[in-house]
């Protein structure tokens, strides 16, 4: 079955260190997409891109750097510079569906600062 | 983008009907209708789209007015595996991202 890989599901980090949270897909899309969400809260997007070897910064860019070198992985990097970096991340790809671009999701990783 | 405006939860008993409430009064000849459900603890899933014309599909309806400020998802018989945050997202044809607000979460009872 055709769908998003996110991982790893639960990752844990010390303060200062940078992490990379693993997307790979396999649907054959084009785009993919990054988001933050907290508790409670909506969905904030981080970096999306539209083909290989082009990204844009979403609305909560600052402290993450992503790189899209296949069409099928799209990796984020929580870098020592994110302030506040525990979050669920959830990686997204979308396909045009009649007349609309419409997203799948992974099942996002967790992360969490000590 | 334009702005969706959404109650924050709603009830509903099982095997009810559920008429989900959306505001859209910025919406523009452009903009689709989408609606996301996120499950606890997991990624949003897609579950219907329209531009105009109400539409159908095995998940839902979605019943959209004709001036088009307001849109409604209806899930015909509630279940418990219903019970999740619904996102209503409007998101111009040209453009290249989907903003998600807060959305409405669902308790179903039994």
């Known amino acids: 079955d055709g769908g998003i890989t996110q991982s790893p599901k639960y990752l844990f980090r010390k303060e200062g260190q940078n992490v990379t949270l693993s997307c790979e897909q396999n649907?054959?899309?084009?785009?993919m997409y990054w988001y933050r969400q907290d508790p409670g809260q909506g969905l904030r997007l981080i970096y999306y891109s539209q083909i290989v070897n082009d990204f844009q910064k979403g609305d909560i860019a600052e402290g993450y750097s992503v790189s899209r070198e296949k069409k099928e992985s799209f990796p984020l990097t929580v870098t020592s510079a994110q302030k506040n970096p525990t979050a669920f991340y959830l990686c997204?790809?979308?396909?045009?569906?009649?007349?609309?671009?419409?997203?799948?999701f992974g099942a996002g990783s967790r992360l969490t600062v000590l | 983008d334009a702005k969706t405006t959404q109650p924050n939860s709603m009830e509903s008993n099982e095997e009810e009907p559920v008429h989900l409430p959306c505001n859209h009064s910025?919406?523009?000849?452009?903009?689709?209708i989408h609606w996301y459900r996120q499950l606890p603890s997991q990624g949003p899933e897609y579950v219907i789209h329209?531009?105009?014309s109400n539409v159908n599909n095995r998940m839902a309806s979605l019943a959209i007015a004709e001036d088009r400020k307001s849109s409604t998802l209806i899930l015909h018989r509630a279940t418990l595996r219903d019970a999740a945050v619904y996102y209503c997202?409007?998101?111009?044809?040209?453009?290249?991202?989907?903003?998600f607000g807060t959305g409405t979460r669902l308790q179903v009872f039994p």
């Open positions: 997202i409007l998101r111009d044809v040209y453009a290249d991202k989907l903003i």
């Open positions: 997204a790809s979308s396909i045009l569906l009649s007349g609309a671009n419409v997203l799948t």
């Open positions: 910025t919406i523009s000849g452009t903009d689709y």
């Open positions: 329209g531009l105009t």
């Open positions: 649907l054959n899309h084009d785009a």
